[in-house]
């Protein structure tokens, strides 16, 4: 770290000398066991929306335009693991991924020597805090311009108490003033190495983050703070692999929406995309919608083409039909669906035959025909579920357990096929007017139901996105039109929306 210099006791400080870093490496430490998740695999191995917890962890760094190169330290006895993840996802700024301490000072060590010597911009980073998002990093290297060190934490929502050994309450403290910590912890190189280097003599020393290091042995050095944010948390408890996968949800909510009609055209034109239940609702308007920008797309259903979506054979035919007259296939969508309200109970045998056949073994009979094709051209399998999938509903208990399936299905393929290049996802609208809902449910009021249009852009996103393993939930934004329609289409007559 360049110091401050003074050729006499009265002569003027000189200017210090700007900050220039050679390059900004991020550490990411992966060191722990799992333990308390009750794993036999480190934790950062699990796998959460179909990938392990680091792969999304490196994956933000590959992605941050502010970092140069990237850093593995990994559990005693997994080095392999975590490189055949790297190479599998083609991260190109990993460097090295190497083998942690026994503790966090003697990982930290392990990474300075890694680093190497020269003046460099470092951010240790938790592998189990894989929702990192890039305006931390990028905040975090802005801010080492100015500071040395910088942490990263939020305003504590809990009151923080202070207890003694027999955990009386000693002191509250004044939660306004408090912050919980999280990564990255970012310094300049020559800060953090001297703040371990005068560690070294204390016989006590014992690291539980690098920021309290260099609060502790540089007392005179501003640590600057900037705003984490709630989601990036770390997976530590059982409870939190479930918080982090929804997490992932959610954030897939906002699929990348190209800017202008061009983009589409760019990524559609030339394109196959094959729609079973195309005819009516949410799939009539992704046919249409895609069309408009240049694919080809070819809608399957039951009214207008005989196509059921359960029969092997029809899907084959279908997608046959697709294949011979384009010569590929690049998505397929299955809106294909039906919903049938009534006691499990009092059901007959022929009804919920129907609604388990066209509900889930549909969409797998479509999945396994599809694979030979979508292989060829690295294209997405995009199937519906329904926000049902996250707790069974009395009355149509059959349907809520197909889309819960069906979201079980698409992590899993996700994960089967990523080594053919073949992405899956599952789109999940809340409440959309489709005709199948009418029927079921009556009239609504039109402001509480999603515009099947909507559905069908957002589909359109994903379809055109490198998302893969992802539920998406659709939802009516704050002022957002009534179902019949919606913003740039005004005029249009609403098509009449069905799942197929």
């Not at 490189?83 to 996802?89: F, G, P, W």
């Not at 990192?132 to 060190?149: F, M, P, Q």
């Not at 948390?233 to 959610?250: E, G, N, R, S």
């Not at 279908?318 to 919903?339: C, P, Q, S, Y």
Request: proline share 5%; glycine share 8%; net charge negative.
């Amino acid at each position: 770290m360049t110091q401050d210099h003074t050729t006499g006791p009265d002569a003027a400080p000189e200017t210090p000398v700007p900050w220039r870093p050679s390059r900004t490496v991020a550490v990411v430490l992966a060191g722990g066991t799992g333990t308390r998740l009750g794993l036999g695999i480190p934790k950062q191995l699990l796998k959460i929306a179909g990938k392990p917890i680091i792969e999304h962890t490196l994956a933000v760094f590959e992605a941050a335009p502010e970092i140069d190169e990237i850093i593995v330290l990994m559990a005693t006895g997994h080095v392999a693991d975590a490189q055949q993840i790297v190479d599998k996802a083609g991260f190109r700024k990993v460097s090295k991924v190497i083998e942690g301490g026994d503790t966090r000072n003697a990982t930290t060590r392990i990474a300075l020597d890694a680093v190497g010597e020269g003046d460099v911009n470092i951010l240790f980073h938790d592998a189990v805090r894989p929702l990192l998002s890039g305006r931390i990093v990028r905040e975090c290297v802005n801010a080492l311009w100015t500071y040395a060190a910088v942490d990263v934490a939020i305003p504590s929502a809990d009151t923080i108490i202070q207890v003694d050994e027999n955990d009386c309450i000693t002191d509250i403290p004044v939660r306004s003033t408090l912050r919980r910590g999280q990564t990255p912890q970012a310094f300049r190189s020559g800060t953090i190495r001297e703040a371990y280097r005068i560690a070294e003599g204390d016989a006590n020393f014992a690291a539980t983050d690098d920021c309290g290091v260099v609060l502790r042995y540089l007392p005179g050095t501003p640590i600057k703070v900037i705003d984490g944010s709630d989601e990036n948390i770390k997976v530590t408890h059982p409870v939190d692999v479930h918080l982090a996968d929804k997490l992932f949800q959610l954030a897939a909510a906002q699929a990348p929406r190209l800017t202008d009609h061009r983009g589409y055209t760019e990524e559609l034109t030339g394109r196959t995309v094959v729609v079973f239940g195309g005819s009516y609702g949410i799939g009539h308007e992704l046919t249409e919608l895609a069309r408009s920008y240049g694919a080809q797309v070819f809608p399957f259903s039951r009214s207008t083409t005989g196509t059921h979506v359960e029969r092997a054979a029809d899907v084959e035919a279908a997608l046959k039909t697709a294949f011979e007259a384009t010569g590929r296939i690049d998505h397929v969508v299955v809106t294909a669906g039906i919903l049938e309200k009534g006691e499990l109970a009092e059901m007959d045998q022929e009804t919920m035959d129907r609604v388990l056949h066209v509900n889930f073994v549909g969409p797998v009979t479509i999945a396994r025909q599809s694979l030979p094709y979508l292989q060829q051209t690295k294209g997405q399998l995009l199937l519906y579920t329904s926000s049902s999938y996250t707790r069974g509903r009395a009355r149509y208990a059959l349907y809520s357990a197909t889309k819960a399936a069906l979201v079980n299905l698409t992590q899993a393929l996700s994960d089967e096929w990523a080594e053919f290049g073949v992405r899956v996802n599952c789109i999940n609208p809340e409440r959309t007017a489709t005709p199948m809902r009418t029927k079921a449910f009556g009239e609504e009021p039109e402001h509480t139901l999603l515009a099947a249009e909507a559905v069908a852009q957002s589909s359109l996103d994903v379809l055109v996105s490198e998302l893969t393993g992802q539920v998406i939930d659709v939802r009516r934004a704050p002022g957002e039109m009534p179902a019949a329609t919606v913003p740039g289409q005004v005029g249009r007559p609403a098509a009449p929306a069905t799942a197929g």
